[in-house]
């Protein structure tokens, strides 16, 4: 059992970076293996919307984002971490959103647990925790609790004791639900649109009716 924690902050060991740790140090308590990757000093590209992750089922950007792919694939639970900037993600954390479509292609993130942790100075907390938990919605990832906590300057988060605890016991109920060992029914796997178009051969985006030519078809 393996809980990664994926910190989308750009400043290093941060009060993101912080809470996370302390997220992990609460996994490890509950019986998990754990491990944390940084987005800082990381080479990552935006993805470019080739599609060849469609196709293919791979991403062809080689840049730090591939070493990614693998940790993300051998975990069952993940914790991403992330400071507001103008009262949303970083533009790291939505890097790391965008590719992970090329996991999602391949239905490989359904099932996994993911929590979320937010760091603001004032707001942005909820932005930040709707943002993932719709990326988790749409990759059928099951969602955890989320912790918060309030910080500016480098090492506050630490005055914060509800942060504190709330990571560790992120952590811990990350674990908990693993446990749980919740699993997508198979002929859901997928996300409802690609259901509907292969038992159906309807499709989801009424643009793609008007291209083929077709007439809209019946609800019945």
């Not at 800082?40 to 991403?59: F, T």
Request: glycine share 8%; hydrophobic share 40%.
């Amino acid at each position: 059992m393996k809980v990664l924690g994926i910190v989308c902050s750009p400043r290093r060991r941060g009060n993101t970076h912080i809470m996370m740790e302390v997220a992990l140090a609460g996994a490890e308590s509950a019986g998990a293996e754990t491990e944390l990757w940084s987005v800082v000093g990381k080479d990552i590209k935006p993805c470019d919307a080739c599609e060849r992750c469609v196709r293919k089922g791979s991403c062809h950007i080689e840049d730090g984002i591939q070493e990614l792919y693998d940790k993300v694939l051998a975990a069952d639970g993940l914790i991403f971490g992330c400071p507001s900037y103008f009262g949303s993600v970083t533009a790291q954390a939505k890097i790391v959103i965008d590719r992970l479509y090329a996991l999602y292609q391949q239905s490989a993130l359904a099932g996994k647990v993911g929590g979320v942790i937010s760091v603001a100075s004032a707001s942005g907390h909820d932005t930040i925790r709707q943002l993932f938990n719709t990326f988790f919605q749409n990759v059928h990832i099951l969602p955890a609790d989320y912790a918060r906590g309030f910080a500016s300057d480098k090492g506050d988060v630490k005055n914060d004791p509800f942060a504190m605890r709330s990571s560790e016991e992120l952590g811990r109920q990350v674990v908990a639900l693993i446990k749980q060992q919740f699993r997508w029914p198979e002929e859901y796997i997928k996300p409802i649109y690609k259901v509907v178009k292969d038992k159906y051969g309807v499709e989801g985006c009424p643009l793609s009716w008007t291209r083929a030519n077709k007439e809209v078809p019946s609800a019945k």
